[in-house]
């Protein structure tokens, strides 16, 4: 006996449509279908843009990338602007950002991985210290820079300002005085507190080649009878260095009874102040602050990596923790936690926020000198110049950010360069 295929419910109404496997298979088809396409749109749409953008930037910046880009300095004018001061200020900040950044970053990395407490409270503890570690991964680097004010480069208002500091090293400070003839002859001091040194004649100071030169303290009526005697003298005269060595010889140590004495100093390129002040030192430890994090993460994901039976292999020859660590987990955790930095490294380079709020925007024509000099970074001269209304800087601006790529795309590509060498399937 046939029983119909599609029976009448005793309330009447017809049952729910039946879909066999064909027609879930065809929905499916369709779904996935659909979901391709709005995956490749989305991703030529995201390529598109990006070629846009690159394009209209190299359009706009490459007529300025020449030589005398990387060596000038910043300029008033649009055509002379140069990006040398900026350079060498990302790469002393972004050096002090690894120095201080990577071992500390690592040795986190490991105390945390490989010296896990086994007391309750201690691995709470533990776990508490892991979890701000990640949280600190995602603070705005601004925030970090506002830190970096507050700690690096003003310490609380603990040991006075920048400008007068409580303790200096690497520092030396001179009266300097000029003489008639236009060398400029100074004494050293003791510090920068030091009482002015009294001009009497007899005084022994030093010029600028260092060679010792006696004060001469007199009258202005016989100055300027000084003066009458070398125009005379080199009246008839036309060489430069022949005038020039008749003024050293009359005017030569000769100052006024009222000559300005000026305090001067001299630092050497480990000059450190506390407080630090807004200098390239505390640059480099605000932007350390920042990749920090980073660089205890990865590190802890490529120790992780490492399996288990060669750490139990190292211990069971013998070893000690920390020789197994040294000699087995660390070597085979290299090219992990080398990618990590680098790219830890390539976002240090690029931070513009906390540079901002610790340096400000300034007018830097100079390479620093010391640790704790002025300076200006890539992102933060790149800023200045797409801030200013004349438009020819916005060429220049756009030139910067074609160097700023590179560097980035270099720093990537050796990441992946690094990771591909060294990097070998451990079991």
Excluded at 162 to 189: I, K, Q, T
Excluded at 192 to 197: G, N
Excluded at 386 to 411: E, Q
Aim: glycine residues 8%; neutral net charge; aromatic residues 8%.
């Amino acid at each position: 006996m046939n029983l119909p295929t599609n029976p009448i419910s005793p309330t009447g109404e017809p049952p729910p449509p039946v879909f066999g496997p064909s027609t879930l298979g065809a929905r499916r088809r369709r779904a996935n279908a659909i979901f391709t396409v709005v995956c490749w749109v989305t991703a030529w749409c995201s390529v598109l843009l990006l070629v846009i953008l690159l394009g209209s930037i190299a359009l706009r910046g490459l007529t300025h990338l020449d030589v005398d880009f990387f060596t000038g300095v910043p300029s008033r004018d649009a055509e002379k602007a140069g990006m040398s001061p900026a350079l060498w200020g990302s790469v002393f900040i972004c050096a002090i950002c690894a120095i201080v950044a990577l071992p500390l970053g690592v040795g986190t990395a490991i105390f945390l991985e490989e010296y896990k407490p086994r007391h309750r409270l201690v691995r709470r503890l533990h776990g508490f210290v892991q979890l701000n570690i990640a949280n600190l991964a995602g603070v705005p680097s601004i925030v970090y820079g506002i830190l970096g004010l507050t700690v690096f480069a003003n310490m609380f208002g603990l040991f006075g300002s920048a400008l007068s500091p409580r303790y200096e090293w690497g520092v030396r400070f001179y009266d300097e005085v000029m003489d008639e003839s236009g060398e400029y002859l100074r004494l050293r001091v003791a510090d920068r507190s030091a009482p002015e040194t009294a001009i009497v004649s007899g005084l022994v100071m030093t010029s600028d080649e260092d060679q010792p030169v006696t004060l001469r303290v007199l009258p202005y009526e016989e100055i300027d009878a000084l003066h009458e005697r070398v125009a005379q003298r080199a009246a008839d005269l036309e060489d430069e260095a022949a005038i020039s060595a008749i003024r050293a010889e009359l005017l030569g140590g000769v100052v006024a009874e009222d000559v300005y004495v000026a305090r001067t100093d001299e630092k050497a390129w480990w000059y450190v102040r506390l407080p630090f002040g807004r200098g390239v030192l505390a640059g480099g430890l605000t932007l350390m602050l920042v990749v920090l994090p980073v660089v205890i993460i990865s590190s802890q994901e490529a120790l992780r990596a490492v399996p288990g039976s060669l750490r139990e292999g190292a211990l069971a020859m013998g070893s000690t923790r920390w020789q197994m660590i040294w000699g087995m987990t660390l070597p085979a955790a290299v090219p992990g936690i080398m990618t990590g930095s680098i790219l830890a490294m390539s976002r240090a380079i690029g931070e513009a926020a906390p540079i901002l709020i610790l340096a400000g925007i300034v007018y830097i024509t100079f390479t620093p000198a010391h640790l704790m000099d002025d300076f200006t970074a890539m992102p933060l001269q790149i800023y200045n110049w797409a801030s200013l209304p004349n438009k020819s800087f916005h060429d220049v601006a756009a030139t910067g950010i074609i160097v700023l790529l590179a560097v980035l795309l270099t720093f990537n590509a050796t990441a992946v360069l690094v990771r591909q060498k060294f990097q070998k399937p451990l079991q």
